[in-house]
């Protein structure tokens, strides 16, 4: 049983029906019948159907004792009858052929469309996936030139704060001889102011000594 339930007799019932109607037996017409099933399941119970239908034989027509009785009465009767039923027979057999095979090229033809979908599908599968393959080859590149560039970033980083520690040693540096030369320069005033506080102190000793040696 398949998955939507449709059985092998279902299947029968629905080929005989439209071999009575005259109708091509197909996947398609024997799944609008039945109105479900799925095109593999009625596949399989369509080929065992066809394989017992091949193997069926006329029945042999058995008449019954009375008309056997009046068999010398009624030969060519009997035999009209049985020559329009052999042509109806055989009218039978030719068009179930004639459909059997319209069936089979139908079903051929839904086979070969079936493939080139598939070969369709397929062709767009793989190229989505070399479309993909693109992307992601692309993705990677972006990928590394990041990773690149965070690297650069980085080391320029390192090599900013190694400068900016370096600076820094080099402000203290500095800082120390501008207070050693602020110190030097405070000594110097020191010695300026002391210079110039002797000095002043010195002139009036030279004029007082300078009178007396007049006097």
Do not use: Y
């Not at 027509?61 to 055989?90: F, G, K, Q, Y």
């Amino acid at each position: 049983m398949s998955r939507n339930g449709i059985t092998q007799a279902q299947v029968f019932d629905a080929a005989a029906e439209l071999t009575t109607n005259q109708q091509p037996v197909t996947v398609q017409t024997v799944r609008e019948a039945l109105g479900a099933g799925s095109f593999t399941t009625i596949t399989q119970h369509l080929r065992k159907w066809r394989e017992e239908t091949k193997t069926l034989a006329p029945q042999p027509i058995v008449l019954p004792p009375e008309v056997e009785a009046a068999a010398s009465r009624a030969a060519a009767s009997i035999w009209r009858t049985a020559d329009e039923l052999m042509r109806r027979e055989i009218e039978m057999i030719k068009q179930a052929a004639q459909l059997q095979v319209q069936d089979c090229q139908r079903h051929n033809d839904e086979a070969l469309q079936e493939i080139a979908r598939l070969e369709r599908e397929i062709n767009l599968q793989s190229t989505q996936m070399a479309d993909h393959t693109d992307q992601l080859e692309t993705l990677r590149n972006a990928l590394t030139q990041s990773k690149a560039h965070l690297l650069a970033q980085a080391s320029r980083e390192k090599d900013l704060l190694d400068r900016l520690d370096e600076l820094k040693i080099e402000l203290v540096q500095a800082r120390t001889n501008v207070e050693q030369k602020n110190e030097v320069c405070a000594l110097l005033r020191g010695e300026l102011t002391a210079l110039k506080a002797e000095r002043v102190t010195k002139k009036p000793r030279a004029r007082s000594e300078e009178n007396r040696s007049q006097q």
